[in-house]
């Protein structure tokens, strides 16, 4: 990879595998950095203990595991990196809105899925981050888009490299004033939401008034402002 310190990082580069998130939990992170590449993933893993469709057909699997210390939401924080990748190697003529937690829509469709996932080891966290992004399916769901046609303005091997340096550069030097930037690319500020939490159980609908510094989803009900956190939640049928 173009620019990356390979004395901190371990690769793998790999045409098959069960899940690039189960194979980096695997293995031990020897260096600052485990990164895992893969063609195609026979059990791909989404959030809410959802599959992933990963077929072999130019799509992005790739994981990243590394040791967190900046203590914001990574999760949000993954989104946005992305966002902006997105955004530069495009020259802005693509732009990805993020819709909470850590989804990436572009014209409305969700093209990108993160998952983020975590291990303490010997006493320190460290944090397995899943990126799946679909350049083309073979089948699909309305709701799943695709990069497609934009590939060209968009190749897979610069978003790839783009991706993993603002990720390694975020974790060496934080993201000051991370909050705001999620915001403004969060497509749904004070949009209706309905969002389903607590296993299920409860379903609310609220305005969407933004975040909090952990991420935590603020939304104004017609007799509270709830804080509500990604672990428990799904937001429904907005998209
Ligand atoms: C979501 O449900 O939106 C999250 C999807 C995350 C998919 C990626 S693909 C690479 C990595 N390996 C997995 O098994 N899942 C993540």
């Not at 620019?3 to 939990?25: C, M, P, Q, R, W």
């Not at 203990?49 to 949000?76: A, E, H, R, V």
């Not at 209706?192 to 603020?218: A, C, H, R």
């Amino acid at each position: 990879m173009k620019g990356l310190n390979h004395e901190n990082i371990d690769f793998y580069l790999l045409e098959t595998v069960d899940s690039t998130n189960t194979f980096a939990k695997d293995k031990k992170l020897l260096k600052n950095f485990l990164i895992v590449i893969s063609e195609r993933q026979t059990a791909g893993r989404g959030r809410h203990g959802k599959q992933w469709y990963s077929p072999d057909s130019g799509n992005i699997y790739m994981t990243i595991k590394f040791k967190d210390k900046n203590n914001i939401p990574l999760s949000l924080i993954i989104g946005l990196l992305i966002s902006e990748s997105i955004e530069s190697v495009s020259g802005k003529k693509i732009s990805a809105g993020l819709k909470w937690p850590n989804d990436l829509l572009i014209n409305k469709q969700k093209v990108c899925g993160i998952l983020v996932e975590s291990e303490i080891i010997n006493g320190e966290i460290e944090f397995i981050v899943g990126i799946g992004i679909n350049y083309a399916l073979p089948k699909k769901e309305s709701w799943w888009g695709e990069i497609g046609k934009l590939a060209k303005l968009m190749p897979r091997e610069k978003l790839i490299n783009s991706i993993l340096h603002a990720i390694i550069y975020y974790a060496e030097n934080g993201y000051p004033n991370w909050l705001a930037a999620w915001e403004k690319r969060c497509m749904h500020i004070g949009d209706e939401l309905k969002v389903i939490s607590n296993n299920q159980q409860d379903e609310d609908v609220g305005i969407f008034q933004g975040v909090d510094e952990k991420g935590n989803m603020l939304l104004k009900t017609s007799n509270e402002l709830k804080s509500i956190s990604s672990g428990e939640c799904s937001i429904k049928g907005i998209y």
